[in-house]
């Protein structure tokens, strides 16, 4: 019996626009893509610091509300028949957001590293776990291979532009939480514990991620595991990122703000996500210029 092929977002950019799902509910993987990607990333480090830190609410509370607005999200999304970028950048923002204060609390506590000077506390609850930065993110390999694992054994397909059932999103959305609080761990690893400073860790980062580009032209290496690496390294590449527009210049920062710096990231990408949406209906209106009077596939089968 022939293999199934074993596909991912990074084979929707060169596919024809006739081989689309008539239930796509995922943005195609281009350059633009993974721009939104990185700014939406970035934007989840310096909101989650503003909302635990800046404001003092401390980690466990702050995971808790950003848990449930990522819940709320995710919902919107699942019911939603057909891609919707404001929708899909949504949840992605609250899984990244929500994964900077998972990973906080996971991976510090009240030590006086973790605060600043004259501070005890931080916020209610919990100050935090302090498995440290390497027992963390061995915790969320574990649990990233074992959401991998079971969306293998539900035999569902990996070919996420094909992804249409509500299990299959549920479970692509659940690799994303975990992928993105993995990536933080790694970004606050590089910049607070590796010596090489914000910069260091972005440049070193973008590096990989240029390295992983190349390697799309090797046809031994699976498409599938390419994208999964390159999802998770722009997590600490907009953590470096976030930590390098928000800390003091003393530490290597450009200390513009928490506050500051997520108020110019959201005006970015909410003017990414517009651009998306426009892009979306023009590709939507296509069918129609070229068939006149005949309605677009996707809209007969919403």
């Known amino acids: 019996m022939e293999q199934p092929e074993v596909l991912t977002d990074l084979d929707v950019a060169s596919a024809s626009n006739t081989t689309k799902s008539v239930m796509k ?4 993987v281009t350059l633009a893509f993974w721009i939104m990607k990185i700014a939406a990333t970035t934007l989840g480090e310096t909101a989650g610091d503003l909302f635990a830190q800046t404001l003092k609410l401390g980690y466990f509370l702050t995971t808790i509300a950003l848990f449930l607005v990522f819940v709320v999200t995710l919902v ?11 929708f899909y950048w949504t949840v992605i923002l609250s899984t990244s957001m929500a994964g900077t204060t998972m990973s906080d609390f996971m991976n510090r506590d009240a030590g006086a590293e973790y605060l600043s000077a004259g501070t005890t506390r ?7 776990l302090g498995l440290g930065y390497p027992a963390g993110a061995a915790v969320l390999i574990s649990v990233l291979l074992a959401v991998f694992a079971v969306w293998k054994l539900s035999g569902m397909t990996f070919r996420i532009r094909d992804i249409v059932t509500f299990r299959g999103e549920a479970l692509f959305w659940s690799a994303i939480l975990v992928s993105n609080t993995l990536g933080t761990s790694m970004g606050d690893f590089l910049s607070d514990s590796s010596g090489l400073g914000y910069a260091g860790g972005a440049l070193l980062v973008t590096g990989l991620l240029c390295v992983l580009l190349a390697l799309t032209k090797a046809p031994a290496v699976p498409n599938v595991l390419l994208f ?16 390098f527009l928000t800390k003091p210049v ?11 710096s997520s108020a110019v990231l959201l005006a ?14 023009r590709s939507a209106a296509g069918p129609e210029k070229e068939e006149g009077e005949r309605e677009p596939v996707s809209r007969r089968a919403g």
Do not use: C, H
Not at 76 to 84: F, G
């Open 25 to 28: 509910k995922l943005p195609e």
């Open 76 to 86: 919107v999304q699942l019911r939603s028949s057909r891609y919707n970028p404001f």
């Open 228 to 243: 999964w690496i390159a999802f998770v390294l722009t997590r600490p590449l907009g953590a470096t990122a976030g930590d």
């Open 250 to 260: 003393a530490k290597g920062g450009l200390d513009l703000g928490t506050a500051g």
């Open 122 to 128: 931080l916020g209610w609850g919990p100050q935090g």
């Open 268 to 281: 970015v990408l909410f003017a990414l996500m517009a651009y998306a949406q426009v892009r979306e209906r």
